[in-house]
């Protein structure tokens, strides 16, 4: 606990002093060149507070930023937290840190039904639409390449969607993702939530 108090204060005096430079450039350097998974997961949270206040209006438990090192883990991992623990909430953050920086190439969402995690992945896409400070820092990306190039041959549709080139695609438990592919993606990252 105080090894992580001690990076936490380190890393919002480095992010307050980036913000204040306006330096937005270099704010997406900060963020995206993250070293190792415990920095990947602390930076992602404060990511998170400072694009999302609305989501996370509460000071950040301590196991938020145990959730965030599993999320970004290399091996399956899963979590479980009694409702109202903002598991949800803080997924949904830490993908759109992950497209924000292009940490990944396809995303599923697994929910219980299809509904339900066409839902998370439109609220991510509202966020990169609608969030100014979001636009002004990572420009826009609903519906554009990695590189920024409009995606003209791609509509959008319920439930799939691209951000940043990254592809986003809701299931329902029941559905098949053995086969998902986009272009010469196979999904990169799988997120169950709420799926028992």
Known sequence: KDGLEIKLNQYRAEI????NSKDWTLFRSYFHHSIGSEER?????LWCRFFFPHYFTDTTPLFHYELAYLFFAQEN??????????KTS???????????????????VVEKSF?????ILSAIREEFTDN??????????????????????????????????????????????????????????VLCDDVE
Request: net charge positive; proline share 4%.
């Open 115 to 119: 509904t339900e995690a066409a839902e």
């Open 41 to 45: 997961a602390i930076k992602s949270v």
């Open 77 to 86: 991992e899963y979590w479980a937290a009694p409702r109202g623990f903002s």
């Open 132 to 189: 100014p400070m979001l636009k002004a820092v990572y420009g826009e990306l609903v519906a554009k390449t990695a590189e920024g190039q409009e995606l003209n041959k791609v509509k959008d549709a319920e439930g799939d969607m691209f951000i940043g080139g990254v592809r986003l695609r809701a299931k329902g438990f029941n559905a098949p993702i053995r086969g998902l592919k986009s272009k010469q993606f196979r999904p990169s990252f």
């Open 90 to 108: 803080l997924a949904q953050g830490l993908i759109a840190c992950s497209i924000a920086h292009s940490w990944e190439t396809f995303i599923v």
């Open 16 to 19: 307050e002093a980036i913000v």
